[in-house]
């Protein structure tokens, strides 16, 4: 069983920066892929970005590329998306999800078990 709770969302100005963190409880966090998804209102949830449980692959959808990053910390059960160069549509309620890296599907949020409460992240322009 694996608890996740994201902090560090707020309200920032076009073109600012945000950093996202998801701590873990767990001593099986580390096992697992962890990815970000968001969901505006009205909208459906969307897939952000994903690490693998090493942290050697990072996955990004392509509204994100260059301008989020995905990372984590192992050691500390934690994981982070710094988030750069932010719009207006970036605007969203942010979800930190945990599950078992089969190696495939990061971007599914079916392929995720674990679910935090979400971070609202608001961009005016």
């Known amino acids: 069983q694996v608890q996740l709770v994201e902090s560090g969302g707020g309200l920032v100005q076009a073109g600012g920066s945000l950093r996202l963190s998801c701590a873990a409880s767990?001593?099986?966090?580390?096992?697992?892929?962890v990815g970000w998804f968001h969901q505006a209102p009205g909208k459906e949830r969307e897939f952000v970005a994903a690490?693998?449980?090493?942290?050697?692959?990072?996955f990004y959808a392509d509204f994100v590329k260059g301008r989020f990053t995905i990372s984590r910390d192992n050691t500390k059960n934690m994981a982070y998306l710094q988030m750069n160069s932010l719009k207006p549509e970036d605007t969203a309620v942010y979800y930190c999800?945990?599950?078992?890296?089969?190696?495939?599907?990061?971007?599914?949020?079916?392929?995720?078990?674990?679910w935090g409460q979400g971070t609202q992240v608001t961009v005016s322009s």
């Open positions: 999800a945990a599950g078992w890296d089969s190696g495939t599907y990061y971007n599914s949020g079916g392929k995720y078990d674990y």
């Open positions: 767990g001593r099986t966090f580390s096992s697992y892929r």
């Open positions: 690490i693998t449980w090493s942290g050697g692959r990072t």
